[in-house]
Nanobody, 117 residues
Framework: QVQLVESGGGLVQPGGSLRLSCTASGRIRSINAMGWYRQAPGNQRELIASITDYGDTNYANSMIGQVTISRDNAKNTVYLQMNSLKPEDTAVYYC???????????WGKGTLVTVSS
C-alpha cells in the first residue's frame, strides 16, 4: 500500500496562486508516477497532471499554462503550483499514485481549494 497526504489547500482570491504538496509513504517502489486530480461539486474527478519518477510530465489540455507539477524524490513529495486561479477552480484536489500516465491506484483524502473574493 501507498499512503498519500496532501497539504496546501485553502482560500485564495481570484487571480492568486497556491502550491499543493503531497507526500507519499509505504510501498513507494510499487509506483512509477504521481498525479493530481480535482473534483468540483457535481462534477467528475478529472486529471490535472501527472509526473514520473524521472520527471516526465502529463498535463490535461485545459490546465496547460496554469499549473506546474514537480517532485522531490528525496522527499517522496509531489507539488502542484497553480496560478491565475479562478472561482471555477474551486474543488477538492486529490493526490494520486500508481502507474504512468494516470497514476490512479492510490488516493489521498483530498484538500479543498476555494477561490473566492
Amino acid at each position: 500500500q501507498v499512503q498519500l497526504v496532501e497539504s496546501g489547500g485553502g482560500l485564495v482570491q481570484p487571480g492568486g496562486s497556491l502550491r499543493l504538496s503531497c507526500t507519499a509513504s509505504g510501498r513507494i517502489r510499487s509506483i512509477n508516477a504521481m498525479g493530481w486530480y480535482r473534483q468540483a461539486p457535481g462534477n467528475q474527478r478529472e486529471l490535472i497532471a501527472s509526473i514520473t519518477d524521472y520527471g516526465d510530465t502529463n498535463y490535461a489540455n485545459s490546465m496547460i499554462g496554469q499549473v506546474t507539477i514537480s517532485r522531490d524524490n528525496a522527499k517522496n513529495t509531489v507539488y502542484l503550483q497553480m496560478n491565475s486561479l479562478k472561482p471555477e477552480d474551486t474543488a477538492v484536489y486529490y493526490c494520486s499514485a500508481g502507474d504512468w500516465p494516470y497514476a490512479m491506484d492510490y488516493w489521498g483524502k483530498g484538500t479543498l481549494v476555494t477561490v473566492s473574493s
